[in-house]
């Protein structure tokens, strides 16, 4: 079973809104990241944010951690045409590199 | 530097057969991992291996396996093939067991008729 839910499970927006991604889980956590991937391609890692942290950036990405309710939220400001993707959240809890992915949501950024 | 490497990427087979998939780590990482990803859904975790030894594995039956070579490339075999077992195989690389960040190929697109 996927323990990340993503919310909404697909989001339409026009270039240059900001985008707000969600995700919830259900045990604790050592980690948790978010992937994107395209169209049914790799994954690529986006951005890490240990238990221990609140929030964190990375160029465009802001990612908060809300370790009592179990959440965790991807922003992406100022969107572009090339952020359409889906978007992954997922957990890291033991101490290997096993993750846990949810379901996804799909972006989608019109010109 | 190249990135994970995976082959085939493409390949159709027939419910009851076999199928190896294959994947090479970026160079210097000596962990693997192995996840399957169902048409619209989110990854799930099969195998991790490091150093050649398993060190982890998901909720799937015993006709799934993997194993690591010395090269720390991996080999990823399923039997008996069912139809469920149509979906994107993708392997993932890393430095150590748990440095988290894995580095994912563009993954094995398997197709059973």
């Known amino acids: 079973s996927q323990q990340g839910e993503e919310d909404p499970q697909a989001l339409s927006i026009q270039e240059g809104e900001n985008a707000t991604m969600n995700c919830s889980y259900k045990?604790?956590?050592?980690?948790l990241q978010w992937y994107r991937q395209n169209s049914g391609r790799g994954l690529v890692h986006l951005i890490l944010?240990?238990?221990?942290?609140r929030e964190k950036h990375s160029g465009r990405l802001r990612v908060t951690l809300d370790t009592s309710k179990k959440s965790s939220s991807l922003l992406i400001t100022a969107s572009r045409a090339a952020d359409t993707a889906s978007y992954f959240c997922?957990?890291?809890?033991?101490?290997?590199?096993?993750?846990?992915f949810g379901g996804g949501t799909r972006l989608m950024v019109k010109p | 530097d190249a990135g994970v490497t995976q082959s085939p990427t493409h390949l159709i087979k027939t419910r009851g057969q076999h199928v190896t998939l294959r994947c090479s780590p970026i160079?210097?990482?000596?962990?693997v991992s192995w996840y399957q990803q169902v048409l619209g859904q989110g990854p799930q975790f099969i195998f991790q291996y490091y150093e050649k030894e398993e060190r982890g594995r998901g909720n799937f039956p015993d006709r799934f396996s993997a194993r690591q070579f010395p090269n720390y490339s991996s080999e990823l075999n399923v039997n008996a093939l069912l139809l469920g077992d149509s979906a994107l195989y993708l392997c993932?690389?890393?430095?150590?067991?748990?440095?988290?960040?894995?580095?994912f190929g563009e993954g094995s697109r398997l197709t059973v008729l």
């Open positions: 993932a690389s890393s430095t150590l067991v748990n440095t988290g960040e894995l580095f």
């Open positions: 997922a957990v890291n809890n033991n101490a290997g590199n096993m993750l846990t």
């Open positions: 045990t604790s956590i050592n980690n």
């Open positions: 160079s210097g990482h000596k962990s």
């Open positions: 944010i240990r238990s221990n942290e």
